[in-house]
T-cell receptor, first 115, second 113 residues
Framework: NAGVTQTPKFQVLKTGQSMTLQCAQDMNHNSMYWYRQDPGMGLRLIYYSASEGTTDKGEVPNGYNVSRLNKREFSLRLESAAPSQTSVYFC??????????????FGSGTRLTVV | AQSVSQHNHHVILSEAASLELGCNYSYGGTVNLFWYVQYPGQHLQLLLKYFSGDPLVKGIKGFEAEFIKSKFSFNLRKPSVQWSDTAEYFCAAGSSNTGKLIFGQGTTLQVKP
């Protein structure tokens, strides 16, 4: 089925460990996004990539890095995990420009716990 | 600064009751507005969106929203809720220039059968 695929679905890390969250979309969308969802705070944008080869910071980029590997894939890396990064992470994609009006397509999320 | 605010954090209704969830935004320039729904254990899905034209927009599953520019509001409504509407609802604002969406804090709706 067409859509956004995130891996892994669940992960437990120890403080200081690193990991990469993977995201891939097969809809030929130009733009991709990483959000984190925390109770009472909604979704906050971490990083986004308006098109292949470009990345920009969102609202809460500290502690994260991203790579837009190609048009399909957009990964999020935690270099040294902290308990404050315990959250549910969503990847999303959309058409660029006016096309984004069709809305984002979201992945199913990664539930990350840092102990 | 750009922001989206949802007034109600947790709403409890009985089946067949009417629903209105508030959303206010602060956004410079031309704004596009969205409502997303997240059912338990699932990812976000688009309910409806407003870009221009008729300020009353209709979405899926009987939901509608009204854009009131003077009040910077985009409230979500449904005349009669069902138990299956139990979910978390997010209002979002963005512009086609950047493609970025700013989300509100979310409203958890619990519908009692």
């Amino acid at each position: 089925n067409a859509g956004v695929t995130q891996t892994p679905k669940f992960q437990v890390l120890k403080t200081g460990q690193s990991m990469t969250l993977q995201c891939a979309q097969d809809m030929n969308h130009n733009s991709m996004y990483w959000y984190r969802q925390d109770p009472g705070m909604g979704l906050r944008l971490i990083y986004y990539s308006a098109s292949e080869g470009t990345t920009d910071k969102g609202e809460v980029p500290n502690g994260y890095n991203v790579s837009r590997l190609n048009k399909r894939e957009f990964s999020l890396r935690l270099e040294s995990a902290a308990p404050s990064q315990t959250s549910v992470y969503f990847c999303a994609s959309s058409e660029a420009g006016q096309g984004y009006g069709y809305g984002y397509t979201f992945g199913s999320g990664t539930r990350l716990t840092v102990v | 600064a750009q922001s989206v605010s949802q007034h109600n954090h947790h709403v409890i209704l009985s089946e067949a009751a009417s629903l209105e969830l508030g959303c206010n935004y602060s956004y410079g320039g031309t704004v596009n507005l969205f409502w997303y729904v997240q059912y338990p254990g699932q990812h976000l899905q688009l309910l409806l969106k407003y870009f221009s034209g008729d300020p009353l927009v209709k979405g899926i599953k009987g939901f509608e929203a009204e854009f009131i520019k003077s009040k910077f509001s985009f409230n979500l409504r449904k005349p009669s809720v069902q138990w299956s509407d139990t979910a978390e609802y997010f209002c979002a604002a963005g512009s086609s220039n950047t493609g970025k969406l700013i989300f509100g804090q979310g409203t958890t709706l619990q519908v009692k059968p």
